[in-house]
């Protein structure tokens, strides 16, 4: 297949013909609101090196920050940076973060919070200072936990703050967009040698694959529904890895640490495979619950019944894009990160077994009754009238890579329809879902 001579894909484009200078970003606190006084609002100095931020205060914030806040042994110092002025006071106004795992309630406040502008807070009564972010020095440890389209440009822009000193760990549904081949392309672009970072070079990206379920019952607040596992692991960029940040180290051991996390440190080629299983998992279940307004476990009543064949339909088109992608050359400076040192070939044979369609689906319904009861993100963001879902990184993503895989003779349809679907915002009920997605496919076979 021929995918060197492609176009690179749109979230590149877009970045990359901006060429805006990395800006300069002021640290707004509830004391620049006059919520709260001055004395709380500025870090101490000696703290950046273990000073964990989390970019994102979602489900997944939340269940991070608690917990390893929260942890008995030598906690990290918390900023949670959030995106919404408003959201300072209304934490002001709250009890902080809170989780209900079990009918238990874990709740915890004791973090910084911080909002970062471009636009410099006001003096205030209270002689707040101005604060550039991160004291104007270099984040050493981040933790994304934003949506997977806001994740990337939310951190391109806060990248005056990285370099080769910082490590940055991703925790989003869908793929991350720094894998080969696209990933060493935008680190290139964005921290050249001596460029945005304090240091030059860019960040060591990580990648937490995070399979635990939850759910939203306020600004700060989610319930716990599903607890199971997360995976984390180093990004390939490219064939020879640059060495990771001394930072990489310390931030995984905060993440595999914190024991109700179920977290545990996997190599590349394995979180690689990880993170494309729980795509195609992510791919079911998140658009056909937003079109049919159910719980998860509404799509794995009947194993034949019509959400599975439709399921189906999206794991045969899934499962040749992956098989495809192994077999590409994009694929090979992952494969060669492999601890078992088999060979390119056997590890390719290895995985195209493991993407085959009746291994696909085995895992897909596993999952599903594993978390029955829990809502997808997806149905969770169409039922708050969000104006965005994840669904360009999921199922957009597989239509992407058939693209540059330049895979014609992959039908993608399926994927293309369900997309087109969720962002019309159309609800189904089985019914309508098997005449829109299965009639062809009945009269096929007839």
Same mark, same amino acid.
């Given at each position: 297949?021929?995918?060197?001579?492609?176009?690179p894909?749109?979230?590149?484009?877009? &970045?990359? !013909?901006s060429?805006n200078?990395?800006?300069?970003?002021?640290?707004?606190?509830?004391?620049?609101?006059?919520?709260?006084?001055?004395?709380?609002s500025?870090?101490?100095a000696?703290d950046?090196?273990?000073? $964990?931020?989390?970019?994102?205060?979602?489900?997944?914030?939340r269940?991070?920050?608690?917990?390893?806040?929260?942890?008995?042994?030598d906690?990290?110092?918390?900023?949670?940076?959030?995106?919404?002025?408003?959201?300072?006071?209304?934490?002001?106004?709250s009890?902080?973060?809170?989780v209900t795992c079990?009918d238990?309630?874990h709740t915890?406040?004791?973090?910084a919070?911080?909002w970062?502008?471009?636009?410099?807070?006001p @003096?205030?009564d209270s002689?707040?200072?101005?604060r550039?972010?991160?004291d104007?020095?270099?984040?050493?440890n981040?933790?994304?936990?934003?949506?997977?389209q806001?994740?990337?440009? @939310?951190?391109? /822009?806060?990248? /005056?703050y990285l370099?080769?000193? #910082?490590?940055?760990a991703?925790?989003?549904?869908?793929?991350?967009?720094?894998?080969p081949?696209?990933?060493?392309?935008?680190m290139?672009a964005?921290?050249p040698?001596?460029g %945005?970072g304090?240091?030059?070079?860019?960040?060591?990206? &990580?990648?937490?694959?995070?399979?635990h379920?939850?759910?939203?019952?306020? +600004?700060? #607040?989610?319930?716990f529904?599903a607890?199971? *596992?997360?995976y984390?692991g +180093?990004v390939?960029?490219q064939?020879? +890895?640059?060495?990771?940040? +001394?930072s990489a180290?310390?931030?995984? %051991?905060?993440?595999?640490g914190?024991t109700?996390?179920?977290a545990a440190s996997?190599?590349s080629?394995?979180?690689?495979?990880?993170q494309?299983?729980?795509?195609?998992?992510?791919?079911?279940?998140?658009?056909?619950?937003a079109?049919l307004?159910?719980?998860?476990g509404?799509l794995f009543v009947?194993?034949?019944?019509?959400?599975?064949?439709?399921?189906d339909? $999206?794991?045969a088109?899934? #499962?040749?894009?992956l098989?495809? $992608?192994?077999?590409d050359?994009?694929s090979?400076?992952i494969?060669?990160?492999?601890?078992?040192?088999?060979?390119?070939?056997?590890? =390719?044979? @290895?995985?195209t077994a493991?993407?085959?369609q009746? =291994?696909?689906?085995a895992?897909?319904?596993?999952?599903?009754?594993?978390?029955?009861?829990n809502k997808?993100s997806?149905?969770? *963001?169409v !039922?708050?009238?969000?104006?965005?879902? !994840?669904?360009r *990184?999921?199922?957009?993503?597989?239509?992407?890579?058939?693209?540059?895989?330049?895979?014609?003779?992959? *039908?993608?349809?399926?994927?293309?329809q369900?997309?087109?679907?969720? @962002?019309?915002r159309v609800?189904?009920?089985? !019914?309508?879902?098997?005449?829109?997605?299965?009639?062809?496919?009945?009269a096929?076979?007839?």
């Amino acid at each position: 297949m021929g995918s060197q001579a492609t176009a690179p894909p749109p979230w590149l484009s877009s &970045l990359l !013909e901006s060429n805006n200078p990395a800006p300069k970003l002021y640290a707004w606190t509830p004391a620049h609101l006059g919520l709260s006084p001055a004395s709380s609002s500025a870090p101490p100095a000696d703290d950046a090196a273990r000073r $964990l931020y989390i970019l994102g205060l979602g489900n997944l914030g939340r269940l991070y920050a608690l917990y390893i806040r929260s942890r008995a042994h030598d906690p990290p110092p918390i900023t949670l940076l959030v995106h919404r002025k408003e959201l300072l006071a209304q934490w002001h106004a709250s009890n902080g973060i809170q989780v209900t795992c079990r009918d238990q309630v874990h709740t915890c406040k004791d973090f910084a919070i911080e909002w970062w502008t471009e636009e410099p807070p006001p @003096e205030t009564d209270s002689h707040a200072p101005i604060r550039e972010a991160a004291d104007g020095g270099t984040i050493h440890n981040l933790l994304v936990t934003t949506k997977a389209q806001a994740a990337l440009p @939310e951190v391109d /822009r806060m990248r /005056r703050y990285l370099d080769a000193q #910082s490590a940055v760990a991703f925790a989003q549904n869908g793929m991350s967009k720094l894998w080969p081949p696209h990933g060493a392309s935008y680190m290139a672009a964005r921290f050249p040698s001596g460029g %945005s970072g304090s240091s030059g070079g860019g960040f060591t990206p &990580l990648l937490c694959v995070t399979n635990h379920g939850l759910y939203s019952t306020g +600004p700060f #607040s989610s319930v716990f529904a599903a607890p199971a *596992d997360a995976y984390l692991g +180093p990004v390939v960029l490219q064939d020879t +890895p640059a060495a990771p940040a +001394p930072s990489a180290a310390y931030l995984t %051991s905060q993440i595999t640490g914190t024991t109700i996390l179920n977290a545990a440190s996997f190599s590349s080629l394995d979180v690689w495979v990880l993170q494309l299983e729980k795509l195609i998992v992510n791919t079911c279940i998140n658009p056909l619950t937003a079109i049919l307004r159910c719980k998860t476990g509404g799509l794995f009543v009947t194993p034949d019944g019509i959400p599975a064949r439709v399921m189906d339909r $999206l794991l045969a088109s899934s #499962s040749r894009i992956l098989q495809a $992608l192994v077999a590409d050359a994009s694929s090979a400076p992952i494969l060669a990160t492999d601890a078992q040192r088999r060979s390119p070939a056997e590890l =390719r044979a @290895e995985l195209t077994a493991r993407f085959a369609q009746p =291994r696909l689906r085995a895992m897909l319904h596993r999952a599903g009754i594993r978390v029955k009861d829990n809502k997808s993100s997806m149905l969770q *963001d169409v !039922e708050a009238g969000k104006p965005t879902t !994840e669904i360009r *990184d999921f199922n957009g993503w597989l239509v992407d890579a058939a693209a540059y895989l330049r895979a014609e003779s992959i *039908d993608v349809s399926v994927h293309q329809q369900v997309i087109d679907l969720v @962002e019309r915002r159309v609800v189904m009920n089985e !019914e309508q879902l098997a005449a829109h997605f299965l009639t062809d496919v009945n009269a096929a076979s007839s």
